[in-house]
C-alpha cells in the first residue's frame, strides 16, 4: 500500500518536474514477474523513479549498502523495496555479505518478483555508458541454477535520456528495449559459468547502449550537443522524423558516430569544423543569445506584432504571476538552496530539486490552504484558494518562459545586423553539415 502511495506521488512529482515525459517500447514489458530490469544511471534515483512509474508489477530496488547503516533509514528503506547491496570499494568488509543478498534475490525472483538493478555502479550525470558489472548475469542466471533452470526469467533493459535531469521542466526519454531470454544461456552456463555471466554481461551492455545516447569519448560531448542544437531540426525535416521523438535519439546517436569517425579517419576537417562550431557559439555568447533563439527568428515584418501581443499578454497575467510569486517563491527557491547545500554533483541534484520540491510545495500550500480556512472558515472560499493556488503556480511557469520569450526577440530586433551575421554563418554550418552528412552515408552505407 506504501509501495502504490508513493508511486503514485512520484508520477504527479515528474509530471511536474519534467516539461515532457517520452515513453517508447512499452508494450515489451512483461506482464508479470520474474523479470530483471537493466538501465543507465545518468541521474541517481530520478533513474528508478522514471521506470517504475511504468512498470505494474511491485519492484525491488538494489541499493548501496552504506544506506544501511543507520538501523532507523534501513528499516524504511526496505519498507520502500530497497535490498542493500555490498560495493569492495565503500567497505571491502561487507563484501562477504552479498551471498546473502543474492540468495535475498533469488527468492523474490522465484516468487515472480521483480528487480531493477544499474549495472554500471554508480550515477553520473554523462551521456555515456560505463564498463557495467557482471552482478545482473550472476544473480539471473544463479536465479535459474538455483531452482532448476524452470524460472523462465528474462532480462528488460532500458535506455534513459534526459535533456538536462538537473534543469527544472526539462524532459526526459525512458526506452524499453526487448527483453533477453536468460534461457538462451543455460547450455554454455552449465559448461562454463563465469564464461557465460561475462557473455551475458556483453548482451546487456550492448542492448542497453543501443536504447541510449552513448558519446564515447568525453572531448566530444560539447561538440555533439552543439551539432544538436543546431542541426537536429534540419535533419528531422531530411529523414522525415518530425511525428515520431524517438527518432531524435536516433538522430543524436547518428552525429556522435559521425563526429567520432571524422576525428578518427579525417583529424583536419574534424578540427576545422570543431573551430568553426567555436566561434560561431562564442558570438552568440557575446551577445548573450543562444542557439535555440535563432533556429525559428521572427520576421522583421512581424517581429514588433509579435512583442506587442507578448506584451499586452505579460500586462494583463501579471496579477495572476504576482499571486503566484507570493504564495509560491518559497516552495520554488528554498529546495535548490538546500539541493546545492547537500550536494554539488549535478547527477544527484536534479533527484534532490524534485523531490524537497515535492515536499516543501505540498507543505507550504497545505499551510496557505489551512491558513485560508483558520482566517475565513468558509469551505467554497478555502477550495476556491486551493485551486487557484495550484493554478497560479503553473501559470508562473508559462509567465516566465514568455518574458524570456519577449527578451530575447526584443535582442532579436535591436542587434538586427549581429543577428543576420549569425544566421548566415548558421545557414554555412548546416550546408557543411549536409555536406559532411553525405560524405559519411557514401563511405558508411
Not at 123 to 140: D, F, H, V
Not at 145 to 167: A, D, F, H, M, Q
Not at 223 to 244: A, F, N, W
Request: net charge positive; proline share 4%; aromatic share 12%.
Amino acid at each position: 500500500m506504501i509501495y502504490n502511495f508513493l508511486k503514485n506521488i512520484c508520477n504527479l512529482a515528474l509530471k511536474v518536474y519534467f516539461r515532457k515525459i517520452h515513453i517508447e517500447g512499452k508494450s515489451k514489458i512483461p506482464k508479470e514477474g520474474p523479470f530483471l530490469i537493466v538501465a543507465n544511471h545518468p541521474s541517481s534515483f530520478l533513474d528508478p523513479i522514471s521506470i517504475a512509474i511504468n512498470v505494474k508489477p511491485k519492484i525491488s530496488f538494489l541499493a548501496k549498502g552504506v544506506m544501511f547503516k543507520n538501523k532507523i533509514v534501513a528499516s524504511i528503506l526496505r519498507g520502500l523495496n530497497m535490498v542493500p547491496v555490498y560495493r569492495a570499494q565503500d567497505d571491502p568488509k561487507m563484501v562477504n555479505k552479498n551471498t546473502e543478498v543474492f540468495k535475498s534475490c533469488y527468492k523474490k525472483l522465484k516468487d515472480k518478483g521483480v528487480i531493477m538493478i544499474f549495472p554500471e555502479g554508480t550515477s553520473e550525470m554523462e551521456r555515456r555508458l560505463r564498463k557495467i558489472k557482471t552482478g545482473a548475469a550472476r544473480i539471473a542466471l544463479g536465479a535459474e541454477k538455483e531452482y532448476n533452470y524452470n524460472l523462465n526469467l528474462k532480462i528488460l533493459p532500458v535506455g534513459l535520456n534526459y535533456t538536462k535531469s538537473s534543469r527544472f521542466r526539462s524532459e526526459v526519454f525512458v526506452n524499453f528495449g526487448e527483453p533477453i531470454n536468460v534461457s538462451d544461456y543455460f547450455d554454455a552456463y552449465k559448461k562454463d559459468e563465469i564464461k557465460t555471466a561475462k557473455t551475458l554481461t556483453e548482451k546487456i551492455e550492448t542492448d542497453i547502449r543501443s536504447l541510449m545516447i552513448a558519446v564515447d569519448k568525453e572531448e566530444n560531448d560539447e561538440l555533439v550537443e552543439r551539432i544538436e542544437s543546431i542541426y537536429k531540426t534540419t535533419l528531422k525535416t531530411k529523414t522525415d522524423e518530425d511525428k515520431e521523438v524517438f527518432k531524435d535519439l536516433k538522430s543524436s546517436q547518428a552525429i556522435v558516430e559521425a563526429v567520432s569517425y571524422f576525428q578518427k579517419t579525417n583529424p583536419a576537417t574534424y578540427d576545422k569544423m570543431a573551430n568553426k562550431i567555436d566561434r560561431y557559439f562564442f558570438k552568440l555568447k557575446r551577445i548573450k543569445l543562444s542557439d535555440k533563439s535563432l533556429d525559428k527568428p521572427i520576421k522583421k515584418s512581424s517581429a514588433i506584432t509579435e512583442m506587442f501581443k507578448a506584451s499586452i499578454a505579460l500586462i494583463l497575467g501579471f496579477p495572476l504571476w504576482l499571486f503566484g510569486i507570493i504564495t509560491s517563491y518559497i516552495p520554488y527557491k528554498l529546495p535548490r538552496f538546500v539541493a546545492l547545500k547537500l550536494t554539488d554533483s549535478e547527477a544527484f541534484y536534479g533527484a534532490l530539486l524534485m523531490s524537497l520540491g515535492t515536499f516543501f510545495f505540498i507543505l507550504f500550500y497545505s499551510l496557505e490552504i489551512f491558513g485560508v480556512w483558520l482566517l475565513s472558515h468558509h469551505l467554497i472560499l478555502t477550495i476556491a484558494f486551493g485551486i487557484l493556488l495550484v493554478l497560479s503556480g503553473f501559470f508562473t511557469i508559462y509567465y516566465a518562459r514568455n518574458a524570456r520569450r519577449l527578451y530575447f526577440n526584443f535582442k532579436l530586433y535591436s542587434k538586427k545586423q549581429l543577428v543576420n551575421q549569425l544566421l548566415i554563418e548558421r545557414t554555412n554550418l548546416i550546408k557543411e553539415f549536409d555536406e559532411l552528412r553525405n560524405q559519411y552515408l557514401k563511405e558508411n552505407p
